[in-house]
């Protein structure tokens, strides 16, 4: 069966111009872990499919008049959990709300309290949660909002090697950008981040920021023990 929907709602975009970063190392080491966010963030929306089973469930046979679209949502799940899993059956990812809407106005979809989790090949965890993530019902586009955190924790640790933490994210999955026009801060390793903005490009491979920013660049372990 071929269902058709209407073209998905563009999400505002964060505006502005960017100026590019120089090429420094710890730069490229963090947009290489920025570039796992985006497959995470697009399993987020895998939710939305129920959109399409409510809309080819059987309907009964009497024909009701269709109302004028209302942003006002058409059905709501309470207590959302999706699970991913791989072909031999190992959990590979799963994402928890405390409740999700769809509008039918908009196509667009709301999940309250989300919580994601993506376990990789190699066995390195993504972690990311916010009050509220809203998004295109298709997956397209979507924004973390409010007390945004997300983690990468390696291979068998439970300390993370990178952390974001902001107000707002928002991912654009087909374009493969992640953005935020409000301040964040980013820890990885040794290297921490206070940005104003910022814009990441996977297709280009470049982070860019512009603002008054800063960078605290602390020496390794082994550098500081050597000091007399």
Known sequence: MTTTSPAPAR???AAGPRRPVS???WVWRVQS???AYLPLLLLVFLAAGTSWLIKN?????????????RHEPDYSMQGLVLQRFDPKGAMRVEVQGREMRHY???DTVEIDGVHLRSIAQDGSVLLATAKRAVGNADGSEMQ?????NLQRLAPGQQRASL???GEFLHAFLQAEQLRSHLPVRVNYGNTQLQLQNFEYDNLKGR????????????????????RP
């Open 33 to 35: 872990v920025l570039s």
């Open 144 to 148: 973390l909002q409010g007390d945004v």
């Open 57 to 69: 469930s059987p309907q009964p046979e009497e024909e009701v008049a269709e109302a004028p679209p």
């Open 23 to 25: 090429n420094k190392p």
């Open 11 to 13: 999400l505002a975009p």
């Open 104 to 106: 039918p106005d908009t």
């Open 207 to 226: 982070l860019t920021f512009k603002g008054p920013s800063t960078a605290h660049l602390a020496p390794p372990a082994a550098a500081r023990a050597k």
């Open 163 to 165: 952390e974001i933490r």
